[in-house]
């Protein structure tokens, strides 16, 4: 059997989606990654739920 574990979206307005995923689904964040993929920099969000240590939704933005 196969599962899903994590998925991440790449978005326009990291902020907004942020707190939108956690003000509607309960997400919270874990961690905040700025870092740079293939030569671009990124931002990005990892955001969990409860005391589950997984991380289930990623928000990602290419800064430039």
Known sequence: MTTLS???LVVDDLERAKDFYCGAYGFSERARIQAEMI??????????VGDDPSIPLILMKYVE
């Not at 030569?39 to 969990?48: A, F, H, K, R, V």
């Open 6 to 8: 994590s998925t991440k």
């Open 39 to 48: 030569g671009e920099p990124i931002d990005e969000y990892l955001l969990g």
